[in-house]
Each structure stands twice: as structure tokens, then as C-alpha cells.
T-cell receptor, first 113, second 110 residues
Framework: DSGVTQTPKHLITATGQRVTLRCSPR?????VYWYQQSLDQGLQFLIQYYNGEERAKGNILERFSAQQFPDLHSELNLSSLELGDSALYFC????????????FGPGTRLLVL | QKEVEQDPGPLSVPEGAIVSLNCTYSNSAFQYFMWYRQYSRKGPELLMY????GNKEDGRFTAQVDKSSKYISLFIRDSQPSDSATYLCAMALSGSRLTFGEGTQLTVNP
């Protein structure tokens, strides 16, 4: 158990809908990272927050957004969902911003029908 | 060309074998090098990380980095069936995102 929690574990929804994925980092970790894992793209970095502030952006679609709250938990919002958004979404956390020790949560498996 | 290349396998070995997993990379600015293990689409588990050329050992695992050749390896000694998983190499510039290889699927047969 990495200490990172993610909810929900599974999500099934329809195209065009909006969903919110939630992540709680390990106790004491200030950085939260979101990654998407699909069969054809592998693990791709989406976005990073550090202590409430956006720190870095990767290949995140405009339909996706995220935020980190004062209690350091983070939410990833996916809207106008498409079939191709079906994937595993992982959250990771680390103590600092260097990123060399990121601990991953169990993931949320999203299926868009 | 991908920044990180990893042979996807699959790799099948008998129990007790020495396993060698490898990645090459093109971005010489990468500073941190990690290996993760992922069991059947669960969250990746950090095995080892290093930031310098050379070897780092942890139990049955040895991570090797050769920055001059842009090549990293993970060696698993005395492999066990419980080591069967997908192994992902990952790299980072100073400051944040990890860039992952495709992952190598390893099966250790009893």
C-alpha cells in the first residue's frame, strides 16, 4: 500500500458526460501528479500540482482540468467524454517537486460507452 | 522517436534466473532514473531510483545507469514467480513529470 488513495476504483459512463476523479496524497506529500495509462499510449503525464499551485502540464486535453485543495487532496475533472478517454487514471504523490520518488495510487479505471 | 525506448517483451524465464531489463533514452537532460513494477494494471510500485551513473543495489535488484550511452538497466537475481509483472523504466528532468517506457512484461516460471 503506497498510502495514496483514489476514488472511485471503477467508473462507467457515457460519451458526453463529465466525471470527477479524486486523489488523496500520502501524509506529508505536497506534490500531486496525474497520469493516464491506455493500451496504445502507455503511461502519460497529465498535470502536476504542488501545495495548491499548478506546477507543470503535460499532454492534458482542454476538456480535462484539475485542482489541488488546501487539504492537499486533488481532483481531476474530465468533461465531454469520448470513447478514447477510456483508460486507467493514476494519481501519484511526492514530498517535493523533484519528482524522483513518486508513489502511485491504485488508479481509477474509466470506461466510456 | 520516443524519448524513452523499452523492449515490451514479453520475457519468460525459469525461476532462479537472472533477469536483465533495459531502456534507452534520447534526452541527455534526464537527471533521475527510476524503475517501477506494475502488477496486472494496478498502480505502479517504485522499486528503485538513482540519479548518477553507476550501480545501485537493493536486495535482489540492481539498477545500472550509463549516462554516456543513455542506457539504463535493471537486474533481478534469483528471480521468483512473484516477480512476474510489468516493469517500467521512468526518467525525469529536475522538477517533475516522469517519462515512462512502454514496460516489459516479465513471467517467471516455477
Amino acid at each position: 500500500d503506497s498510502g495514496v488513495t483514489q476514488t472511485p476504483k471503477h467508473l462507467i459512463t457515457a460519451t458526453g458526460q463529465r466525471v470527477t476523479l479524486r486523489c488523496s496524497p500520502r501524509s506529508g506529500d505536497l506534490s500531486v501528479y496525474w497520469y493516464q495509462q491506455s493500451l496504445d499510449q502507455g503511461l502519460q503525464f497529465l498535470i502536476q500540482y504542488y501545495n495548491g499551485e499548478e506546477r507543470a502540464k503535460g499532454n492534458i486535453l482542454e476538456r480535462f482540468s484539475a485542482q489541488q485543495f488546501p487539504d492537499l487532496h486533488s481532483e481531476l475533472n474530465l468533461s465531454s467524454l469520448e470513447l478514447g478517454d477510456s483508460a486507467l487514471y493514476f494519481c501519484a504523490s511526492s514530498l517535493n517537486t523533484r519528482g524522483e520518488t513518486q508513489y502511485f495510487g491504485p488508479g481509477t479505471r474509466l470506461l466510456v460507452l | 522517436q520516443k524519448e524513452v525506448e523499452q523492449d515490451p517483451g514479453p520475457l519468460s524465464v525459469p525461476e532462479g534466473a537472472i533477469v536483465s531489463l533495459n531502456c534507452t533514452y534520447s534526452n541527455s537532460a534526464f537527471q533521475y532514473f527510476m524503475w517501477y513494477r506494475q502488477y496486472s494494471r494496478k498502480g505502479p510500485e517504485l522499486l528503485m531510483y538513482t540519479y548518477s551513473s553507476g550501480n545501485k543495489e537493493d536486495g535482489r535488484f540492481t539498477a545500472q545507469v550509463d549516462k554516456s550511452s543513455k542506457y539504463i538497466s535493471l537486474f533481478i537475481r534469483d528471480s521468483q514467480p512473484s516477480d512476474s509483472a510489468t516493469y517500467l523504466c521512468a526518467m525525469a528532468l529536475s522538477g517533475s513529470r516522469l517519462t515512462f517506457g512502454e514496460g516489459t512484461q516479465l513471467t517467471v516460471n516455477p
